[in-house]
């Protein structure tokens, strides 16, 4: 190769490679926004409270102060609250993929009259914030008795959810009609074809929902706060809130058990990577 060629490659490359380096740089950026403050917080777990707000600040703790970990989780009955807080979890996630894939493959293949409208109409529920119908819920529920039970914070999730909805609708529309026709003429009935055909196909997009829904319930501070009373029943959220006292926050507690409350969250996502993006870009790409 001639020394000409080798400078007009070089020319070609050099734009690529400053684009790639400006993006490297940039997620960079993007991610110690997101990593600074989980390490901020490992270490505060490990601080006597003097260290925490220290000036100027002490950024790992001498020496590390592990029993803030023990001390933390039994002060209060933190197993309890796990065990709530995931019966929670599993009763949404089964409630969201029953309901929403039934009414997502409705509003994907089946013909209706007005279904365009009616997709408009529970997509604008979206714009709806959870305050708005936070009363007239604790209403309902306290005339049928489900207060201080975990019922009104599982059964509204078998009747769906829009946001998940739209999610599944869009992946189902990515599946060739052939395939369905298909199954039709070997005599599957609507049900069979979403079992035997929709759902084998759309595994990423009902991991996405899953991974949704566990987030949101493990989450949640706002529905147990109001649904749930006796300390029994609480949820891992509301157990976070006794560190906070109306004159102080024992902040060493807060940080320690609140990075022991998110490790499942971190888990379940690494675990499910892989079929969660896939299920993101899956749902995206058809409108």
Not at 97 to 104: E, Q, R, Y
Not at 128 to 141: D, E, G, K, R, S
Not at 262 to 280: D, K, M
Request: net charge positive; with cysteine; charged share 10%.
């Amino acid at each position: 190769m001639s020394d000409a060629d080798t400078a007009h490659e070089s020319y070609l490359l050099a734009p690529r490679g400053w684009a790639l380096l400006t993006r490297y740089a940039l997620l960079t950026v993007v991610a110690l926004l997101f990593v600074v403050p989980l390490a901020w917080m490992a270490a505060s777990s490990l601080k006597p409270e003097y260290q925490i707000f220290a000036s100027p600040p002490v950024w790992w703790p001498s020496p590390p102060r592990w029993e803030n970990y023990v001390e933390a989780l039994t002060q209060l009955p933190f197993a309890r609250f796990a065990a709530n807080t995931l019966i929670i979890a599993v009763g949404s996630i089964v409630g969201h993929l029953l309901s929403c894939t039934i009414v997502a493959y409705g509003f994907a293949r089946l013909r209706a009259p007005g279904k365009g409208y009616l997709f408009v109409v529970l997509l604008s529920t979206l714009m709806l914030p959870y305050p708005v119908t936070m009363v007239p819920l604790f209403i309902i529920f306290s005339r049928i008795g489900w207060i201080n039970t975990f019922a009104p914070l599982i059964i509204p999730t078998f009747f769906g959810n829009a946001f998940y909805i739209f999610l599944l609708r869009q992946a189902f529309k990515q599946i060739p009609l052939e395939l369905e026709d298909a199954a039709r003429l070997d005599g599957a009935t609507t049900l069979d074809v979403l079992r035997y055909v929709i759902l084998p196909l759309s595994l990423p997009a009902l991991a996405a929902v899953a991974i949704f829904s566990f987030q949101s319930s493990w989450n949640d501070f706002l529905g147990p706060l109001i649904f749930l009373q006796d300390q029994s029943r609480y949820t891992l959220m509301l157990g976070l809130s006794f560190f906070r006292g109306t004159t102080q926050i024992n902040w060493a507690y807060l940080m320690a058990a609140s990075l022991v409350t998110v490790i499942p969250v971190v888990v379940v996502y690494f675990v499910a990577q892989r079929l969660f993006i896939e299920g993101i870009a899956f749902t995206g790409l058809k409108q």
